[in-house]
């Protein structure tokens, strides 16, 4: 493990499958998956385990927003920072002149700090502990021209693969609607990761006017992970 200091209370590197609670065990096996510097000392929060993003992954979204975006946005906003997984890739592609990442569970925003060290990247990154729609209205409002939105929202936990078509207009805390209303009064290149379900008629009725919003699924190992939607003026080509 890198550095001496323990995790603080709720945060935890789990070092054997005989430690981890029964509902994080299949995350734990996909652990080089989920972080591949895991074994230099890792923090989770056992909430966090479902939502990070599996480092490949983080890196090709990384890439292909860096790729795709406009010149002029060099500012990388990321909403829901989680643990880390997706802000650290964001720093990795030394795409960004800064990467704001912000986090509402003071437990969760230090396993993301942590772990930035551990991939040697927190001087990229400027972190932000509240609400992401408070933060940015309150503090990231000037930044708005310069900036990609990037965000990955908690999706009601793992149940969401119970339903064979993910209604996105029942997604918890947050619907659909109210993240891409929010967050586009911010700025107009917003991409969100989403589950691989999603219902892509929902997708689809949230881009307005002629610009097409491209949708991307992310796979690995032969089967789909999530996907992402694109707004704005993302040029792929
Ligand atoms: P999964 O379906 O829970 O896992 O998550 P997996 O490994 O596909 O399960 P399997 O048993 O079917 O193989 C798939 C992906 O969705 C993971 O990579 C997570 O990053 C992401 N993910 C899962 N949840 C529950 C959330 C969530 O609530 N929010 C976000 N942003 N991502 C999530």
Not at 11 to 23: F, L, Q, T
Not at 65 to 76: C, H, Q, S, T, V
Not at 78 to 91: L, M, P, Q, S, V
């Amino acid at each position: 493990m890198s550095g001496e200091e323990d995790p603080p209370l709720d945060v935890h590197h789990y070092e054997h499958r005989g430690k981890v609670p029964w509902d994080i065990q299949n995350y734990w096996s996909q652990r080089y998956d989920l972080f591949s510097k895991y074994d230099d000392g890792v923090w989770l929060t056992d909430d966090a385990w479902f939502g990070v993003t599996p480092e490949p992954v983080a890196t090709k979204i990384a890439d292909d927003i860096a790729r795709a975006a406009p010149p002029e946005r060099k500012i990388l906003v990321d909403a829901f920072a989680g643990a880390g997984g997706n802000t650290i890739a964001f720093a990795l592609s030394g795409h960004w002149k800064r990467v704001y990442a912000i986090e509402k569970n003071p437990a969760v925003l230090r396993c993301a700090q942590h772990n930035a060290e551990v991939y040697g990247v927190s001087d990229k990154i400027t972190w932000f502990l509240g609400d992401c729609f408070d933060v940015i209205k309150s503090q990231l409002k000037d930044l708005a021209p310069y900036s990609v939105l990037f965000a990955s929202p908690p999706w009601g936990g793992p149940g969401y693969r119970s339903a064979s078509v993910f209604d996105l207009r029942t997604m918890e805390p947050y619907s659909l609607t109210t993240l891409y209303t929010e967050y586009s009064m911010f700025t107009p290149h917003v991409v969100l990761y989403l589950p691989r379900t999603s219902d892509l008629n929902q997708l689809a009725r949230t881009v307005k006017g002629d610009r097409p919003a491209p949708v991307m699924h992310y796979c690995m190992r032969g089967a789909s992970k999530a996907l992402c939607i694109f707004y704005g003026n993302f040029q792929f080509s």
